[in-house]
Structures are given as C-alpha cells and as structure tokens.
C-alpha cells in the first residue's frame, strides 16, 4: 500500500534562518506530488505541484522554492524565513490529475 | 473569480443527529473533494465526485452542477466524527490546482 512520511512534525525557526521541509512517498511509482500552506483562520492554498523529476509548478509567488530530487521524493525550501511563513504545511499524493490526492500529518512551522 | 464557499463555518450536534455541510462555488468545475482534517491537522480526503451521490458508510456526498452546489451528510452522528470538513473544487481538467473552502468546524457531543 501507499504510504506519504513528512517531518518534521513541528518546527520552529528564528527569522531568516534556512528551511527544510521533507516529504517521501512509498509504494508508487510517478506520483503527482504538491506543497500546501494552511494559514491560521485560512484555508489550504497550493504552493507548488511536481508532475515529475525535476519539474516543479509554482502557483504563489513567495519566499519559498521546491525541489522534486528523485521520483518520490518532493522539498520545500526558504533561503531566509519571513514571519509570514508560519503555517502547516501539508505534503500531498495522487496517481495523477483529477484523482484523489492523499496527505501527509503536516509539519507546524512557527517562526519567532 | 473563483471561489469556494463552505456553511456554517461552525457546526455543533448531539450525538445521533443527522448533520449536512454545504458546498457552493462560483463557476464550472470538473470536480470536487470533501476533505476531512482532524484536529491534529492531519487531512483524510473523504470524496472525490464530479456529478451524482457517492456513499461511504455514515458518510454521504452529493453534487448538483446545475445549482454549483454540494452537501456531504453524516448519518447517526459520533463524538469521533468531531473534524474540520474541507469543501474543495477543480476548476478545469488540465490542472492539478485545487481551491479550498475554509471548512466547516464539527463538534458532536455524547
């Protein structure tokens, strides 16, 4: 069966310090992989979708860049965190456009 | 402008009662997911329908593309289905972009 693995859990982060946020899926092959960002009171805004190595699709401009490095494999990246990037960031699956997308626990990032 | 607009935005019941959550949105789509988010934010995708009712235990989803409204419904109602339910719709099927709606707090008490 498939199975998503984001960590960490929890994160908190000074500003301007780097980000790593990394997400793993098992059990498929070529999956469409996307980056989410919930806000606090807001709903799920989609920040990047992989449909494939290498390509990355950024839908918010932002302080923040992915990177899909092997097939199952998809990292959200900062150089320098704002304050506004606090939020739960949510790693998600599907097997390809217009199916059902499965997610990950989510990682709560707090910047002080 | 597309958007998605979930009611009530905060849903209390007694434990056995019959709950409904609705879904509207502003344009065409070619489909729509309900969503559920646990209160450690995990997200479980429930639905995935673009016309018709689909049913999955005590849980059912209907669709109507005329009116660009849906419901999920919750039959016999348990503390365990205490949840954000999250409303969320495709605009055209050559994208992967889905919009949220900002979901629906459910608390059922015993």
């Known amino acids: 069966s498939q199975t998503i693995h984001q960590w960490p859990a929890t994160l908190v982060q000074p500003v301007g310090s780097p980000l790593s946020l990394e997400c793993t899926v098992e059990g498929t092959s070529n999956p469409n992989l996307y980056w989410y960002r919930q806000a606090a009171g807001r709903g799920l805004q989609l920040l990047f979708y992989s449909v494939g190595i290498g390509q990355i699709s950024s839908e918010v401009p932002q302080n923040l860049s992915a990177s899909r490095p092997q097939d199952r494999q998809f990292i959200l990246s900062s150089k320098k965190l704002l304050l506004s990037d606090s939020g739960f960031y949510l790693c998600?699956?599907?097997?390809?456009?217009?199916?059902?997308?499965?997610f990950g626990d989510g990682t709560r990032l707090s910047i002080l | 402008k597309n958007e998605v607009e979930q009611s009530p935005q905060n849903l209390t019941a007694q434990e056995g009662e019959f709950i409904t959550i609705n879904c509207s949105y502003s344009v065409g789509i070619s489909a729509l997911h309900w969503l559920q988010q646990h209160p450690g934010g995990g997200i479980v995708s429930l639905f995935m329908l673009s016309s018709g009712k689909k049913k999955h235990g005590r849980l059912i989803a209907t669709i109507n593309i005329q009116e660009k409204h849906s419901s999920l419904h919750i039959t016999a109602s348990h503390p365990r289905d205490s949840a954000v339910y999250i409303c969320a719709v495709r605009f055209g099927r050559d994208t992967d972009k889905l919009i949220f709606g900002t979901g629906t707090r459910l608390q059922v008490f015993p």
């Open positions: 998600a699956w599907s097997v390809g456009t217009d199916q059902p997308q499965h």
